[in-house]
């Protein structure tokens, strides 16, 4: 007997839904939600239902519903291959109804609190970073010499560590605080802090790159680590029912990276390489750039791990972006082919290995084969373009893809971007005297624009991956734009000019 709620009231708010299943005789098979679920026995307690749609314990899709009857009636039906959702299936374990029930409802009532609070967030997050861009754009402007605001660069790195605080803030209950709102946006402004307050503390005497390379490094660590620890742990990960994640009234994706997760964590990520990798031996950097590279590819488009197909491209070309930059490699039409290819081959490798698995066990990687293969590739490739571009026709969205990626090729090609020899404003002192600006500006905008291509959420992934990149970038120009090396470069300038 399989039991649930297939629809919300217009006028409330969403809700998780209701979802229990009892198998004939045997007993509580399982339990779990659309949602919530409950014990479906009271003698045998149960377990927390689940699926591969979502694999999250507790937590199944609408979409569910029609291939599990179909599997009960029929396992080898043809249509299992073809349909959207997954088998439900029991969690491991079983516990008294009781536990379920508690954990349901409180799985339930944070995703219902933090739901009101993501429209907000991204509009206070917008403002601050505007306004620390705006101020950080404006002092940098000013020629060698001009006094910088002291705090102005650990206010840009506060903003820059706010995404990343508004995903780990969900390991402190904030929900059950007499004030939930209060709780969640100011344990969100303290954890930034704190973040920062580190990354500056730690380095005794690099206090430029070391704090920006630190709090990027932190922020990949932190979704590497949600992803890799949500496949083994029983709990709703970092992402999900969170600010800048995914909400699980709606559906969407319920494991791995969400789209503005994957900015985040690919900006960060590449911030902190270019600090490592320049400072070892040039062979060993090398290797080390390609190692990170390819496990970062591996957790976030593997079948069994992250299982996105948009990512994994866009990392593969900042990685090759930023060790072309990092080691001086002129960038050519082969380089250019041989990336774009590479990063399109990864996704579809991990597609195909996953559709050799059966298909009551594919991620939505392998249902892209099949859709391939069944003449409706064109269709969801076309869609995706047409999304990125807020509706516009998929022919006239390849257009402006196709022109802005020869205009930036050609940029790079004939006029890549090098310091000033002589430079007259502490923003272009800093692009001469930071390695870490220009060996990672490039990289990180063709990542997230790459990855704005492949995925279907628009700007949302350069906005929010820049929002992070920028502010760090520019915490670090405003650092050694205040700091006594460019005091001793003015001074050097003066007593030239005097002499």
Do not use: C
């Not at 010499?145 to 820059?160: C, D, E, Q, T, Y």
């Not at 490039?442 to 700007?459: E, H, K, Q, T, W």
């Amino acid at each position: 007997i399989l039991v649930a709620s297939v629809g919300d009231a217009q006028e409330s708010a969403p809700q998780l839904g209701f979802m229990a299943v009892r198998e004939g005789s045997a007993g509580a098979a399982g339990a779990g939600t659309g949602a919530e679920g409950t014990a479906a026995s009271a003698e045998a307690g149960g377990t927390l239902a689940t699926s591969d749609a979502t694999r999250q314990p507790g937590l199944v899709q609408l979409t569910d519903v029609f291939p599990t009857i179909v599997s009960w009636i029929k396992p080898d039906a043809p249509v299992l291959e073809r349909v959207v959702g997954s088998e439900i299936r029991t969690g491991e374990g079983a516990q008294s109804a009781d536990h379920l029930v508690s954990r349901l409802a409180d799985d339930q009532e944070r995703s219902e609190n933090v739901r009101p609070f993501v429209g907000p967030f991204y509009v206070a997050v917008m403002v601050l970073v505007a306004a620390a861009a705006l101020a950080s754009w404006r002092i940098l402007r000013q020629p060698i010499g001009a006094k910088v605001p002291r705090g102005l660069a650990r206010f840009s790195a506060w903003v820059a560590a706010l995404p990343v605080a508004s995903l780990l803030i969900n390991v402190v209950p904030w929900w059950r605080f007499a004030v939930p709102g209060a709780a969640l946006f100011v344990g969100i402004g303290v954890i930034a802090a704190l973040i920062v307050t580190v990354a500056y503390a730690v380095p005794r005497r690099d206090k430029v790159e070391a704090p920006i390379a630190l709090i990027g490094g932190f922020t990949a660590l932190t979704l590497v680590l949600d992803v890799l620890l949500d496949t083994v742990t029983n709990r709703y990960s970092l992402q999900l029912a969170s600010l800048l994640g995914t909400q699980p009234q709606v559906g969407g994706r319920f494991y791995g990276l969400s789209n503005a997760s994957f900015a985040i964590m690919a900006a960060g990520l590449l911030l902190a390489m270019a600090y490592v990798v320049a400072r070892v031996p040039r062979r060993w950097g090398g290797v080390l750039l390609v190692a990170v590279g390819l496990g970062a590819v591996l957790i976030d488009g593997m079948a069994t791990l992250g299982a996105d197909f948009g990512g994994p491209p866009a990392l593969v070309v900042g990685f090759v972006l930023a060790g072309l930059l990092i080691y001086g490699v002129r960038l050519t039409p082969v380089w250019v082919l041989g990336t774009l290819v590479a990063a399109l081959a990864t996704s579809l490798i991990f597609s195909f290995v996953d559709y050799l698995r059966p298909a009551n066990a594919r991620s939505h990687l392998g249902r892209f084969i099949q859709t391939v293969l069944d003449g409706g590739g064109f269709e969801v490739i076309t869609r995706k373009l047409s999304q990125s571009l807020f509706g516009l026709p998929w022919w006239l969205a390849i257009i402006v893809f196709l022109g802005a990626g020869a205009a930036a090729v050609i940029w790079w090609y004939r006029r890549t971007p090098r310091p000033a020899r002589h430079p007259e404003r502490l923003g272009e002192l800093a692009w001469r005297d930071v390695p870490i600006l220009h060996h990672t500006a490039f990289p990180v905008i063709a990542a997230l624009v790459f990855g704005m291509v492949i995925n279907d959420s628009g700007v949302v992934i350069p906005a929010i991956g820049l929002a992070v990149a920028g502010l760090l970038w520019a915490a670090a120009a405003l650092e050694y734009a205040g700091s006594s090396a460019a005091t001793e470069f003015l001074g050097t300038t003066t007593s030239s000019a005097s002499s």
